[in-house]
């Protein structure tokens, strides 16, 4: 089963980021074991550092167009939008949180 979930981030550091949407097709959310929004993070997280760095890569040159909706594979399975590892929520923000780029929108079950 597959989801699209409308995304806002303010993580605005990342290279994938753009006017607070992602131009990433799909995300990855980490957190096997959160039980709070702050041990759910963005695994896509791409620094910006990385970007200005590449120079003839791969990286260099995609993701540039921001997506309002996309997939989002997600590992916090006590998370209530948590559907078999995919997020089935209608809309979820990601922003800076303690442990890097977190989902604002971690609901426990
Ligand atoms: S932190 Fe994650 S959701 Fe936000 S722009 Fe970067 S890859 Fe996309
Ligand atoms: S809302 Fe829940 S299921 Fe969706 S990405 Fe965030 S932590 Fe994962």
């Known amino acids: 089963m ?3 979930t409308y995304l806002n981030c303010t993580v605005n550091s990342c290279a994938n980021n753009k006017g607070e949407k992602c131009c ?3 995300i990855y959310v980490g957190g096997k074991s959160a039980v709070s929004f ?3 993070s963005c695994g896509s997280y791409t620094s910006s550092d990385r970007a200005g760095a590449a120079t003839n890569s791969v990286f260099d040159g995609v993701y540039k ?11 916090a399975t006590e998370c209530k939008y948590n559907a078999l590892n ?3 929520a209608e809309k979820i923000s990601i922003r800076n ?3 890097g780029a977190e989902c604002g929108s971690f609901q426990m079950k």
Do not use: T, V
Request: hydrophobic share 25%; with cysteine; proline share 8%.
């Open 2 to 4: 597959s989801y699209l």
């Open 24 to 26: 990433r097709p799909n």
């Open 38 to 40: 702050s041990h759910a």
């Open 65 to 75: 167009k921001p997506n309002e909706a996309l997939n989002i594979s997600c590992d």
């Open 86 to 88: 995919m997020c089935n």
């Open 97 to 99: 949180g303690s442990n």
